[in-house]
């Protein structure tokens, strides 16, 4: 293993860092609502996810009136802001505090900015839910553990990225999404799904028909899984015999308990190439699905690099 994959992979013990986790989740929870309460509807929920930024977690423009506003967690010097297009920028540094102390200020610098916030204050896919203005409980924020996190998802944030733009067909963004705390991209048939069952805790059935309803082949990362997160596949419905299909590469494996391949995190940060082995991991476990299932292939992926080499992309001429 290289020095720079040293840097660029780092390690974090899942259990090093489980109180911040999850205070962490509910912050990010709150500020995934606000999104979600100004943002039309798009493709299963892709409207109300967050995006790895250049320095953490970020809405992304969010619409508002005849503005826009956006909302970022700043990993690096560790600060909350919201930026306006008509009222400007409120923030505060990001430190040990209450998640009920992080709402009352994220609803105060909303409130000075001229932005309503009509969420439902309570977090979904959690158990026990408890309501953010009563939560006196989650309060941990280690500012290392948080920045590597972040280099965690800025590696996951480019390899994901890269296996999706092998796909022409429906795929969502590479988005965090704040109920499950887990970076995704998924892939979609075009044919539709049976209904979901639902079943998620603190979360209406028919989010999950509307997330699953086109059948797919989803991955991601999460942070919160093994020594130190994992890489995850799976596909909805499961094709028959998906669960017996050997993964690549080394340390992949199929969990009966989350039903879906993982890929541990530690094995990937100490492969000699851990672009290719998370590559690896992402390919074989979609061919899987795709392959099982009868995905029109052919239409629906293509070379990224088609256009390499043109006069386009060499700048002589074009775009």
């Known amino acids: 293993m290289t020095g720079s994959s040293t840097v660029n992979w780092p390690s974090l013990q899942v259990s090093d860092w489980t109180d911040t986790r999850e205070t962490l989740h509910m912050w990010t929870q709150i500020v995934g609502k606000v999104r979600m309460a100004h943002a039309p509807l798009v493709n299963h929920w ?3 996810p967050l995006y790895v930024s250049p320095r953490g977690l970020t809405t992304s423009t969010v619409p508002y009136r005849s503005g826009a506003f956006e909302i970022e967690f700043d990993l690096l010097d560790h600060r909350f802001e919201i930026r306006s297009s008509n009222t400007g920028t409120r923030g505060f540094p990001l430190r040990p505090m209450t998640v009920a102390a992080f709402y009352s200020q994220v609803m105060d610098l909303l409130d000075q900015l001229g ?3 009509p969420i439902r204050p309570v977090p ?6 408890i309501p953010f203005a009563e939560d006196h409980e989650h309060a941990s924020y280690d500012t290392e553990a948080v920045t ?6 800025l590696q996951a944030n480019r390899v994901v990225g890269e296996f999706r733009s092998h796909f022409v067909g429906k795929v969502s963004p590479v988005h ?5 705390m887990d970076l995704a991209c998924t892939r979609f048939s075009g044919r539709p799904a049976p209904e979901h069952p639902g079943g998620v805790p603190n979360c209406g059935d028919w989010v999950m028909v509307e997330g699953y309803s086109r059948e797919l082949s989803s991955c991601g990362f999460w942070p919160g899984g ?3 997160g994992a890489f995850y596949s799976y596909a909805y419905p499961a094709p028959d015999g998906f669960a017996e299909q050997p993964p690549g590469p080394e340390g ?3 969990s009966t308990e989350f039903q879906q391949f993982l890929f541990p995190y530690e094995a990937a940060r100490t492969a000699p190439d851990p672009d290719r082995a998370v590559a690896e991991f992402l390919h074989s476990t979609y061919e899987a699905a795709a392959n099982l299932g009868h995905w029109d292939r052919p239409a629906l992926e293509d070379d990224p690099m088609r256009w390499h080499g043109t006069p386009a992309t060499t700048g002589s001429d074009g775009i």
């Open 46 to 48: 892709w409207q109300v």
């Open 115 to 117: 932005i309503k916030a």
């Open 124 to 129: 979904n896919e959690v158990d026990p839910a």
């Open 148 to 153: 590597l996190f972040w280099r965690q998802l």
């Open 176 to 180: 965090f999404f704040w109920g499950g």
């Open 226 to 228: 093994g020594e130190e």
């Open 252 to 254: 992949a494996f199929y």
